[in-house]
């Protein structure tokens, strides 16, 4: 049997596909071919050793990802097990892999060679590994807070860092990106750096935010902006830090918001709701509002699903309606780890979400964890609680890995 019809026999169903062209040439030759594959966490063999003698070599070129590694021994490239920082979905990988077999009675070589591109896929979830958050702003009786608290969610330890860490603000919303949290504080976008803990403002915007709702796609690009103050949809791109479109459509009133994977949703005061898909950024409304008032804030998930309060407006707030945000719809309506609740400092996690201060009659800073998997959760003391003030409903959360 020739050398190429033992390799075509031995990669039948393994590497050939419709897009690879047939193999040829004699057994010098170097064969190149394509194939597109997709992995997320693992092992993969691009070239399992075709001349089945154990005397194979292998080596790479092109590039892999950063948590991967490459066998020369085996030719098998390995994937971490695990993710930290921003793990983009759909990146491509151009590499091309070698097998090289030198005859020990001769000098003669032989060596395939196979071209691929690998897209590694990272699941929703694990694109950003969420293990701080940061409660900025807010507000009690009037007096308007620039202090943050860290909450570290391995521990749902609280930690006051102080005043001056942001421009005091109240009922405005914001996004975060892999570094900051910006907040549209009027026709000013004031910012913390949640890395250096430092703050980090980015100056003027073209409209004058108040009670907005912000949504964010799942790779920290853009972030879209509705409600009063910005009466339409707007666009904030991350890396340059600005408005770069305004797009029409959301209204001029509250807005609160929740975001997935390939959209977000908004609800307002009088029953207006809207959706807004990222990749083409198409708007729609929806015959289904997630959540009762624009001062019953958003609470998104990495599962696919966010609450929004079922009743209430500034407070009153008993139950959430937990809505799918991929199909917009309905899924059960839940109770609230505590009742009476608005205005609230909302920020998600991993596996849990939490409230980290809020308001029932009075700025507050009651607090609460709840998982995602059973949609219930309990009402924390005071190591979650954020401290430094008496109370700090209506201000906003950033998070990072």
């Known amino acids: 049997m020739s050398f190429f019809n033992k390799y075509n026999s031995k990669f039948a169903g393994i590497l050939q596909d419709t897009n690879s062209p047939a193999f040829s040439g004699t057994d010098a030759s170097v064969v190149t071919g ?68 030198i005859n020990p009675n001769s000098s003669r070589t032989r060596s395939v060679s196979r071209a691929f591109t690998l897209n590694l896929t990272t699941p929703f979830k694990f694109r950003q590994v969420v293990t701080n958050s940061y409660m900025v702003g807010g507000y009690q009786n009037g007096v308007l807070w620039n202090n943050c608290n860290r909450t570290v969610h391995s521990t749902d330890t609280t930690s006051n860092l102080g005043d001056g860490y942001i421009q005091n603000f109240h009922y405005k919303s914001g996004c975060s990106s892999a570094t900051k949290v910006f907040l549209w504080n009027g026709g000013f976008v004031t910012a913390f750096n949640m890395r250096t803990e430092s703050r980090s403002d980015s100056g003027s915007i073209n409209f004058s935010g108040s009670n907005t709702g912000t949504i964010q796609d799942s790779n920290f690009e853009r972030a879209w902006v509705n409600g009063e103050g910005s009466g339409q949809v707007r666009r904030w791109t991350i890396a340059s830090e600005s408005i770069t479109a305004d797009l029409g459509n959301g209204w001029n009133d509250h807005a609160a918001a929740i975001f997935g994977e390939t959209r977000g949703i908004w609800w307002g005061n009088s029953g207006q709701t809207g959706r807004l898909i990222y990749a083409t950024e198409s708007w729609s409304g929806m015959g289904y509002s997630a959540g009762a008032h624009g001062q019953q804030k958003g609470l998104s998930s990495k599962d696919g699903k966010g609450y929004g309060g079922a009743q209430g407006d500034y407070a009153g707030g008993n139950q959430f309606r937990v809505t799918n945000i991929e199909t917009e719809s309905n899924i059960t309506t839940v109770g609230k780890p505590f009742g009476n609740m608005g205005e609230e400092n909302y920020v998600h996690s991993q596996d849990k979400g939490y409230c980290i201060g809020t308001y029932d009659g009075a700025q507050n800073n009651r607090s609460f964890v709840l998982t995602y998997a059973t949609n219930s959760g309990f009402e924390t003391g005071g190591t979650t609680q954020p401290k430094g003030k008496g109370g700090c409903s209506s201000g906003h959360c950033g998070f990072r890995d």
Not at 37 to 64: C, N
């Open 34 to 101: 394509d194939r597109t594959t997709t992995s997320t966490l693992g092992t993969f063999t691009p070239l399992p050793d075709p001349f089945g003698r154990g005397r194979t070599t292998f080596s790479l070129s092109g590039e892999i990802p950063t948590q991967a590694t490459f066998n020369q021994s085996t030719g098998t490239i390995t994937f971490a097990s695990s993710f930290g920082a921003i793990n983009r979905s759909a990146q491509l990988y151009n590499l091309t892999v070698t097998a090289t077999e």
